[in-house]
């Protein structure tokens, strides 16, 4: 049974929940570099194993190995990405449910992570919540940051998981003593002014922007809000490396990397998230996850 250890029982304590691995170094991957440098414990929960995902590298789509074991590779690159970040890491062991792609949508597969009752696909992770006792945890929004099925039950899970863990009446089999988060955020990993800041450097320098076709119909889709911003570009070279790392799902040559660190930073430092829970007093424009959290979780220890 995973436990705070008695050493730090002090120390703050952030989980990052996510549906397939690589999710944790394209969305919010600086941000747990930078606490974890200031001595954070950091969780990265990932929810499937990404077994449905193609190889996405055109380096390796056709290689051999790769193919045969694409779970095996996928499992191996989440653990140099968690080794890269400095985070613990656990798979909560679900079945990727794909992308379906048709008109209808046809249904997730069965058995697959998406197709769930959210209190089945909740319960491990209840169980992690009271075990590690994180202060702020983070997820996605209810459409997923975008509407992969995995993404939209990602949120639903960490949203039971973050209010479920709480209540001593729920989830009893697990005979754990209830936990509860303080905060709960959602990534705004892809906001169109962000988007925009990188498509107009590209274009700046004469040379086409691989953004277009990102930012063609987005101005229709509605902005969420952005409560709380990060400045973590330090750690964007670390973000790069773990990202890097998931090789099946990462092209090196690809849209991520058409700007480089000192230009994304000077652009964009920040990374940014939408409040979503808080049991603590909130200001507006916050800077830092745990505002109002460090002194009232330290003294409650």
């Known amino acids: ?30 941000t747990v570099a930078f606490y974890r440098a200031q001595g954070v ?13 193609d190889v996405l590298n055109p380096r390796l789509k056709d290689d051999p190995a790769v193919l045969r ?36 949508l046809p249904p997730v597969p069965e058995g697959s992570f998406a197709s769930l009752a959210v209190t089945d696909a909740a319960a491990p992770l209840v ?30 899970v960490s ?3 973050f209010e479920a863990a709480a209540d001593p009446d729920r989830y009893v089999d697990q005979h754990l003593a209830p936990w509860a988060p303080r905060k709960l955020y959602y990534h705004s990993s892809f906001p169109r002014a962000k988007i925009m800041a990188f498509h ?11 953004f277009a076709d990102w930012l063609t119909g987005r101005e229709e889709r509605p902005e969420r809000p952005i409560t709380t911003r990060v400045a973590c570009s330090d750690y964007f070279d670390v973000a790069d490396r773990a990202l890097l790392a998931h090789a099946t799902q990462v092209d090196p040559d690809g849209m991520w990397f058409s700007l480089s660190v000192t230009e994304r930073a000077r652009l964009w430092p920040t990374e940014d998230y939408e409040l979503a829970r808080s049991l603590v007093d909130t200001e507006a424009g916050e800077t830092d996850l745990f505002a109002g959290v460090r002194e009232q979780a330290l003294l409650s220890q």
């Open 1 to 30: 049974m995973r436990s705070v250890n008695s050493d730090s029982t002090n120390t703050l304590r952030l989980m990052a929940v996510h549906a397939h691995p690589d999710d944790e170094s394209s969305k919010g991957a600086a």
């Open 200 to 210: 107009e450097a590209i274009l700046a320098k004469g040379v086409d922007s691989p």
């Open 127 to 156: 169980r992690l919540v009271r075990e590690f006792r994180p202060h702020v945890m983070t997820t996605y929004d209810e459409d997923g940051g975008y509407p992969h099925p995995d993404h939209i039950q990602c949120h639903r």
């Open 41 to 53: 414990e950091v969780l990265v929960v990932t929810c499937t194993g990404g077994e449905r995902g």
């Open 69 to 104: 074991d694409i779970v095996g590779f996928r499992r191996l690159e989440m653990a140099a990405a968690a080794d890269i970040l400095g985070v613990e890491h656990e798979w909560l062991g679900f079945v990727d449910s794909g992308l379906p792609e048709g008109d209808p």
């Open 159 to 161: 949203v039971e998981a």
